[in-house]
C-alpha cells in the first residue's frame, strides 16, 4: 500500500492543512472559481464518479454546481493530516435549512497543490439512536 507520507515535515503538514482550509473557504463557500489554480493543480486525479480528472473539469463541475445551490457551504470542523494527505470531516448544507451532509474528504497536496482527491457522504438524519452529532 502506498500511503504517500514519504518526506513530509511538520511544517508542510501544518501548510497542507492551511492549503485545504483556504480551498474550502475561497472555492467552495466564497464561489471564488478564478482562485481555483490557486489551489487544485491542473492534472488533478479525482475518485469521486460524478466528476472527471482534471482542474478545468473540475471548475466546469462546479460552476454548475453554484448554479444550482448558490447558498451551498461547508463548514469544517477536523482536519487531520499526515504526511501529504489531509483529511476534512466537514459538513455540508445546501442552504441554511437544509440539515445536511456530513462529508469527509481526503487529499493528496504535492508542492502546494491539491493533485488527488476522495470522498464519503453521508446524510445526516433527522434522529440519532445515541443523540450524537455525526460531525
Do not use: C
Amino acid at each position: 500500500m502506498n500511503t504517500h507520507t514519504n518526506g513530509a515535515t511538520p511544517t508542510s503538514t501544518q501548510q497542507n492543512k492551511e492549503l485545504v482550509a483556504d480551498y474550502y473557504a475561497r472555492i467552495w463557500n466564497d464561489k471564488n472559481l478564478a482562485e481555483l489554480s490557486r489551489f487544485v493543480a491542473e492534472d488533478y486525479i479525482q475518485h469521486n464518479p460524478h466528476v472527471p480528472n482534471g482542474r478545468v473539469p473540475l471548475e466546469s463541475f462546479l460552476s454548475a454546481f453554484f448554479l444550482q445551490m448558490p447558498a451551498a457551504s461547508f463548514t469544517v470542523v477536523r482536519l487531520i493530516a499526515e504526511g501529504d494527505l489531509v483529511v476534512a470531516h466537514a459538513l455540508f448544507k445546501i442552504n441554511a435549512d437544509d440539515r445536511g451532509t456530513a462529508v469527509v474528504d481526503i487529499y493528496r497536496v504535492a508542492a502546494g497543490m491539491l493533485v488527488e482527491h476522495w470522498d464519503v457522504k453521508e446524510p445526516v438524519p433527522e434522529t440519532s439512536a445515541n443523540g450524537n452529532s455525526m460531525v
